[in-house]
């Protein structure tokens, strides 16, 4: 009896952390257990209110809405192809269809074209090369949805050789100009603290004017969209998802410190490389539609405009690296064909998809990089940022400079470029 009073006595206490810590485990599966819980009865609800609810609500009153968008125009010897997409809530049949009010044999559609989806319109119709065209679409119902095609221009046939133009087209405007503009950086290390503000003003200037630029060729494309995924929804959501990947990654390669993203003037210098990058895919894709569409004209006026206006971009690359080390040129060679290389990829699905949504996601995509990235530039602009005081100075007149030459620079090189 003594010796298990010992053998008691001799155990520690355990104290009030250990218990803690055994208490932990249990505590965690307890709460993911409710948490999955709960996350089953919603959707149970949900399920079952979209069941009954659906059926216990009355038909909607009134005629059909119908909605159609062409989304493609595919022109061939004799025959015109239209990817039509069914934008309304309700089905849609295509009865008849006339091009400058003949009739005209159609060839698919024969079925109702269910909401969301897409059929494709065949009609046999011996076009003329250059001329304006008018599509007719009559619904089963006696609706009248046209397409106007303001000059009739052969598709150019998908292949090794149209792939092999818009890559070299996409060099041209991306790659080339991009790595022209970062070879400046030698001769901009010469300029003092004053003037490396400056050119970071500058940097802000030619972001801003980009992201402007994208918004008005985002709502432009809306409108030629059908809606049916969105329209101009697309480009906030791209510009949402961007924003928030890139500040991701900042924060990631922050915490990390790692030489490739670098400290300071390296990472944000990729961070502009990425943001300019997205945005030259866009431009890319833009590049490749108007290609398809017969409306860009290739030649040497184009690429010396894309040339003088995309080096602006490879002075915004390397106006961070100015206090940095001299970096190497594996690494700046990096950085051009992060911004650049994009195009060759973006006018490469111009020219093969032509979607109208697919280039408002890639535009919003570019806008929220840019917005990110002049998130970041935006405090070494400051003339005094004292953050232990709580004193923060607004930009002085050589930043407000800086950014107003650096929008009407990319606004005097924007006018070169013939397409």
């Given at each position: 009896?003594?010796?298990?009073?010992?053998?008691?006595?001799?155990?520690?206490?355990?104290?009030?952390?250990?218990?803690?810590a055994?208490?932990?485990?249990?505590?965690?599966?307890?709460?993911?257990?409710?948490?999955?819980?709960v996350?089953l009865?919603?959707?149970?609800?949900?399920?079952?209110?979209?069941?009954?609810?659906?059926?216990?609500?009355?038909?909607?009153?009134?005629?059909?809405?119908?909605?159609?968008?062409v989304?493609?125009?595919?022109?061939?010897?004799?025959?015109?192809?239209?990817t039509?997409?069914?934008?309304?809530?309700?089905?849609?049949?295509v009865?008849?269809?006339?091009?400058?009010?003949?009739?005209?044999?159609?060839?698919?559609?024969?079925?109702?074209?269910?909401?969301?989806?897409?059929?494709?319109?065949?009609?046999?119709?011996?076009w003329?090369?250059?001329?304006?065209?008018?599509?007719?679409?009559?619904?089963?119902?006696?609706?009248?949805?046209?397409?106007?095609?303001?000059?009739a221009?052969?598709?150019?046939?998908?292949?090794?050789?149209?792939?092999?133009?818009?890559?070299?087209?996409?060099?041209?405007?991306?790659?080339?100009?991009?790595?022209?503009?970062?070879?400046?950086?030698?001769?901009?290390?010469r300029?003092?603290?004053?003037?490396?503000?400056?050119?970071?003003?500058?940097?802000?200037?030619?972001?801003?004017f980009?992201?402007?630029?994208?918004?008005f060729?985002?709502?432009?494309?809306?409108?030629?969209?059908?809606?049916?995924?969105?329209?101009?929804?697309?480009?906030?959501?791209?510009?949402?998802?961007?924003?928030?990947?890139?500040?991701?990654?900042?924060?990631?390669l922050?915490?990390?410190?790692?030489?490739?993203?670098?400290?300071?003037?390296?990472?944000?210098?990729?961070?502009?490389?990425?943001?300019?990058?997205?945005?030259?895919?866009?431009?890319?894709l833009?590049?490749?539609?108007?290609?398809?569409?017969?409306e860009?004209?290739?030649?040497?006026?184009?690429?010396?405009?894309?040339?003088?206006?995309?080096?602006?971009?490879?002075?915004?690359?390397v106006?961070?690296?100015l206090?940095?080390?001299?970096?190497?040129v594996?690494?700046?060679?990096g950085?051009?064909?992060?911004?650049?290389g994009?195009?060759?990829?973006?006018?490469?699905?111009?020219?093969?998809?032509?979607?109208?949504?697919?280039?408002?996601?890639?535009?919003?995509?570019?806008?929220?990089?840019?917005?990110?990235v002049?998130?970041?530039?935006?405090?070494?602009?400051?003339?005094?940022?004292?953050?232990?005081?709580?004193?923060?100075?607004?930009?002085?007149?050589?930043?407000?400079?800086?950014?107003?030459?650096?929008?009407?620079?990319?606004?005097?090189?924007?006018?070169?470029?013939l397409?």
């Amino acid at each position: 009896m003594s010796e298990r009073a010992d053998i008691e006595t001799e155990r520690e206490p355990v104290t009030a952390p250990e218990a803690e810590a055994n208490r932990a485990p249990a505590s965690g599966w307890r709460g993911w257990a409710s948490t999955v819980t709960v996350v089953l009865l919603l959707g149970l609800a949900l399920a079952a209110l979209a069941v009954v609810g659906g059926r216990s609500l009355p038909e909607r009153i009134g005629p059909p809405v119908e909605e159609l968008a062409v989304e493609q125009v595919r022109l061939s010897p004799g025959r015109m192809d239209l990817t039509v997409r069914n934008a309304g809530p309700d089905p849609v049949q295509v009865a008849q269809v006339f091009v400058n009010d003949a009739f005209v044999d159609v060839r698919g559609g024969e079925e109702p074209i269910e909401p969301r989806r897409s059929t494709v319109l065949t009609l046999d119709y011996p076009w003329q090369e250059g001329q304006p065209y008018v599509v007719s679409m009559l619904t089963s119902t006696g609706l009248v949805i046209e397409h106007e095609i303001g000059a009739a221009v052969r598709t150019p046939t998908g292949g090794r050789d149209l792939f092999a133009v818009m890559a070299l087209l996409g060099t041209y405007v991306g790659i080339v100009p991009v790595v022209l503009g970062m070879l400046l950086l030698p001769v901009l290390r010469r300029i003092g603290k004053g003037g490396i503000r400056f050119l970071l003003a500058v940097t802000v200037g030619l972001l801003i004017f980009l992201a402007v630029d994208a918004v008005f060729e985002g709502f432009e494309l809306g409108d030629r969209s059908g809606g049916a995924f969105g329209g101009v929804s697309l480009l906030a959501l791209g510009a949402i998802l961007a924003f928030l990947g890139l500040t991701f990654i900042d924060r990631w390669l922050h915490r990390r410190g790692d030489p490739a993203g670098g400290r300071g003037g390296g990472r944000l210098a990729l961070m502009i490389a990425i943001g300019i990058g997205l945005h030259n895919l866009g431009e890319g894709l833009a590049i490749g539609s108007a290609y398809a569409l017969g409306e860009l004209a290739l030649g040497a006026a184009l690429v010396i405009g894309f040339a003088l206006h995309n080096t602006t971009e490879g002075l915004a690359i390397v106006s961070p690296l100015l206090a940095a080390q001299r970096p190497g040129v594996p690494r700046l060679l990096g950085l051009g064909l992060i911004a650049g290389g994009p195009a060759i990829l973006g006018a490469v699905l111009g020219a093969s998809v032509g979607n109208a949504e697919l280039s408002l996601l890639l535009l919003g995509l570019g806008i929220g990089a840019i917005a990110q990235v002049v998130v970041q530039i935006a405090p070494a602009l400051r003339t005094t940022d004292d953050r232990a005081t709580g004193t923060v100075a607004a930009m002085d007149a050589t930043a407000i400079l800086g950014v107003a030459v650096g929008v009407a620079a990319m606004y005097a090189t924007g006018l070169l470029v013939l397409a």
